[in-house]
């Protein structure tokens, strides 16, 4: 039986997005003769039926190495508490029926949501009030569970890695202190994971709460062994101990979220404090978010759409699509976004980065 299938993209972007997107439509078109609606801007696309376009085979020729989404996202939307101005100020009012008004009247048979856990939270309540959902983990920060990897990450790590390699040249030069400060509010991969590839000396993440003093002395003990400069890679949402994370911006009407930033100028003053040596911090930002998808994202984007097709087409509703060793599979929504996947600071990624001398302030 023919379908008529959504798609949108939520949360904050990362490459690999229109992989997914074309993955989708190609799967949709080619092997199962359906037609795939795309929704702009996330789930703000629900609310005005003008944001929802058929999206073909021309729509997604030449997607595959664009970074971002064609469709646009907003990591703000929320049908349920969508932000509206009123006498001046901003309330949220739950338009979660308008949205669900909308996906009948445009005779979607199911909605592919491809988001990071707030995005899939939503996708959930919607599922709830008996939309057909199937959800695909997005997102560079590597937390949602049930899945080993999202698409995203691995490009992402690339581009740290890429620019760690660059900022040894400059900090062996000049015999500084260089600290990278990376993405990941809550969750240290990817300051963990290029750290390690990029030869790091010190990997700050949010899950291990730093000793400036274990810093400094492993500083120290390299200068010793004549290596007189140091890399830090900081998580932007590490902390030390007895510490909290740093807000650049606090949560405001437009922004239920603070901003997290300053970790890198935070650590560098401290760094400067105890030891003679210059220290500088280079913001990485969303640099990481950008650029063309690695070999992995384009392949598990592609995987990932085609299969978030196939469980429409078998009914399995209130599920996303999950990676599992070297395997495409299927887990339930609940389950990976009740809480994140953080990094385990007793894990055999933490302990490779300990055996080989890295210092994670602890
Ligand atoms: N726990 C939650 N329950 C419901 N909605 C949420 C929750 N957390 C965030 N949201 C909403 O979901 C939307 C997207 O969330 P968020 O910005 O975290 O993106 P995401 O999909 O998780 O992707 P990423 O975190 O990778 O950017 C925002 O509108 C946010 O208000
Ligand atoms: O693009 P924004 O709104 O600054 O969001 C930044 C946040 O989004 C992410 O890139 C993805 O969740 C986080 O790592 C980061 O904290
Ligand atoms: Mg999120």
Redesign the pocket.
């Known amino acids: 039986m023919s379908k008529k299938i959504g798609i949108l993209t ?3 972007d ?1 490459p690999g997005l229109n992989a997914v997107i074309r993955g989708v439509v190609k799967s949709a078109v080619i092997r199962h003769g359906w037609e795939v609606i795309g929704i702009e801007d996330g789930f703000d696309g629900l609310l005005d039926i003008n944001k929802c376009r058929p999206l073909t085979l021309e729509s997604v020729r030449g997607i595959l190495p664009r970074g971002g989404t064609i469709l646009g996202s ?5 049908p349920f ?1 969508f932000p509206m101005e009123e006498n001046g100020r901003t309330v949220h009012v739950d338009f979660s029926d308008r949205a669900i008004e909308n996906i009948r009247s445009l005779g979607l048979d199911a909605l592919i949501t491809v ?8 996708a959930l309540e919607l599922w709830k009030r008996g939309v057909p959902v199937v959800g695909v983990p ?4 590597n937390d949602l569970r049930e899945t080993d990897f999202t698409f995203g990450f691995n490009t992402a790590l690339e581009t740290a890695t890429d620019a760690l390699d660059k900022l040894h040249t400059t900090a062996e030069s000049h015999h500084r202190v260089m600290i990278m400060e990376v993405m990941g509010r809550y969750a240290g991969w990817i300051a963990l994971e290029s750290g390690i590839a990029g030869g790091a000396d010190v990997i700050l993440i949010p899950e291990i709460p730093y000793d400036i003093e274990k810093i400094c002395q492993a500083i120290r003990r390299r200068c010793e062994r004549g290596s007189r400069f140091s890399i830090i890679v900081a998580g932007e949402g590490a902390f030390p101990i007895g510490g909290d994370r740093l807000v650049a911006k606090g949560p405001d009407e437009r922004n ?2 603070e901003r997290l930033g300053g970790i890198g100028q935070f650590v560098a003053h401290q760094v400067e404090k105890c030891l003679e040596m210059d220290a500088r911090v280079m913001v990485l930002g969303h640099l990481q978010r950008g650029g063309s998808p690695s070999t992995f994202d384009r392949a598990l984007g592609t995987r990932f759409g085609t299969k978030a097709v196939a469980m429409v087409a078998a009914g399995q509703f209130g599920q996303m699509t999950c990676l599992k060793g070297r395997t495409i599979g299927t887990a339930s929504i609940e389950s990976a976004t009740n809480a994140l996947n953080t990094v385990d600071p007793d894990g055999e990624i933490v302990k490779a980065a300990e055996d080989i001398g890295i210092t994670l302030g602890r």
């Open positions: 939520g949360g904050g990362c907003t990591n703000r939307g929320n508490l988001g990071g856990e707030g995005s899939l939270k939503i997005k997102t560079i920060d239920a979220i």
